[in-house]
């Protein structure tokens, strides 16, 4: 059915088909029918906005480890009191059960997912529709890459390379322990691996903030000539008071410049680049107007002690853990039934009114469209 319907558009150009198109492949592409079956009823349960569910998540993702090879400054592991740990033995099983009936199934949390035995178990033995990753690139050499696609049983879908520069100085201010010259031979070598295949596709994750806004461009570039897919831009989540001025909130102007620029290579390039908004610190009240929120119907976070979180931006809804409960129990309790209430509610958590991720600038068509729908009509 779907390649049927696949066909019948690619009869076709226009916009408004290749975007369906694309649409459709996000939603389905290497589903089963049973995850295509969950995938179709879970957008039919959650337009209704149901508090209880029969569908499962769509997308699953599993915090394989909270250990780490790097100290970066940005990450919350820096700042907070953290132990590294493997996600525990007992939850192989349960997750694996629960990719069943998941499109995608994304190997990362808080911690660096290729230096972890759980992520190479997950590869093996994941039955999720695909799989994604994000890693900081470092461990990612021409010999783990061979172990991972010899190892995945399923399609990988993308692979994100978390890099915040586009100069060995910058990056390394950034990423303590990093090597941005092996990070790059790393990026180049997985490029020509990749090169006469459809799948998986390479991004790059830029964190961006006052000391690397300038490079973004420069970085959009040298991407662009490595045969990068896209490059997905996130605004810095301060969790150090003594890193406040790393905000672009406090340097619109700045931010403007580097969007516009950058922007402007990645036409030139041909490349996809999703932007964040333009941070402003006078914009910052609580925005009751932004669009729904899909999370609580359509995705899960497990991290690596079992708990299961609604959200991987805030660990304030706090489900259950699946030591204790199957993730059916926890999957309708009485904290999600809460949160699928009011979330996208006239009175929405407070959490949920400072979310970016609802108000994020994104011309996606696939898995991100669903932030592309939270948009405000009148961000354009
Ligand atoms: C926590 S990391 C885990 C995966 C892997 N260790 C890595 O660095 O790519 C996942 C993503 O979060 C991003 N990240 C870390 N700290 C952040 C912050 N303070 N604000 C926004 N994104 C952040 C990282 O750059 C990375 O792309
Ligand atoms: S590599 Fe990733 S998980 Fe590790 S410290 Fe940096 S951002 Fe955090």
Not at 116 to 125: G, V
Not at 301 to 311: E, K
């Given at each position: 059915m779907h390649q049927m319907l696949l066909v019948l558009l690619s009869l076709n150009n226009m916009k408004f088909f290749t975007d369906?198109?694309?649409?459709?492949?996000?939603?389905?592409a290497f589903s089963n029918p049973r995850q295509s079956a969950n995938t179709a009823l879970n957008i039919l349960e959650r337009r209704r906005?149901?508090?209880?569910?029969?569908?499962?998540?769509?997308?699953?993702?599993?915090?394989?480890?909270?250990?780490?090879?790097?100290?970066?400054?940005?990450?919350?592991?820096?700042s907070t009191p953290f132990i590294g740990k493997n996600l525990n033995k007992e939850l192989i099983e349960p997750v694996v059960d629960l990719s069943k009936y998941s499109r995608e199934l994304v190997l990362f949390g808080y911690g660096e997912p290729l230096i972890?035995?759980?992520?190479?178990?997950?590869?093996?033995?994941a039955k999720s529709g695909r799989i994604s990753f994000v890693t900081n690139g470092l461990a990612l050499n021409p010999r783990i890459t061979q172990k991972i696609l010899a190892t995945s049983r399923r399609p990988i879908y993308s692979i994100s390379f978390s890099i915040d520069g586009a100069s060995p100085d910058t990056y390394n201010s950034i990423r303590e322990k990093s090597d941005f010259e092996r990070v790059w031979t790393n990026l180049t070598e997985l490029s020509k691996q990749l090169k006469n295949r459809s799948y998986p596709k390479l991004w790059i994750d830029?964190?961006?903030?006052?000391?690397?806004?300038?490079?973004?461009?420069?970085?959009?570039?040298?991407?662009?000539?490595?045969?990068?897919?896209?490059?997905?831009?996130?605004?810095?989540?301060?969790w150090d008071r003594a890193h406040t001025d790393e905000s672009l909130i406090w340097y619109p102007d700045l931010a403007a410049k580097s969007f516009a620029s950058a922007r402007a290579e990645a036409q030139e390039a041909n490349i996809r680049l999703d932007l964040p908004v333009i941070p402003d610190?006078?914009?910052?009240?609580?925005?009751?107007?932004?669009?729904?929120?899909?999370?609580?119907?359509?995705?899960?976070?497990?991290?690596?002690?079992?708990?299961?979180?609604?959200?991987?931006?805030?660990?304030?809804f706090y489900m259950g853990n699946l030591k204790e409960q199957s993730f059916e129990a926890i999957w309708n309790n009485k904290a999600y039934q809460t949160l699928r209430t009011s979330v996208n509610s006239s009175n929405p958590p407070v959490v949920c009114r400072h979310c970016e991720q609802r108000w994020r600038e994104v011309n996606s068509n696939d898995d991100n469209?669903?932030?592309?729908?939270?948009?405000?009509?009148?961000?354009?």
């Open positions: 369906f198109k694309e649409k459709l492949n996000g939603a389905f906005q149901q508090r209880r569910l029969r569908s499962r998540p769509v997308v699953v993702q599993v915090e394989v480890t909270s250990r780490c090879n790097l100290n970066c400054f940005i990450c919350s592991r820096s972890a035995k759980p992520f190479y178990q997950l590869l093996a033995k830029f964190v961006i903030m006052k000391r690397n806004a300038a490079e973004l461009p420069q970085l959009v570039r040298k991407a662009a000539g490595l045969g990068v897919d896209r490059i997905n831009v996130f605004n810095i989540v301060v610190k006078n914009k910052s009240q609580p925005n009751t107007q932004a669009k729904f929120c899909h999370d609580p119907w359509s995705y899960t976070y497990i991290r690596q002690d079992g708990t299961v979180q609604a959200c991987c931006f805030t660990d304030k469209s669903i932030y592309l729908k939270l948009r405000p009509k009148n961000l354009v």
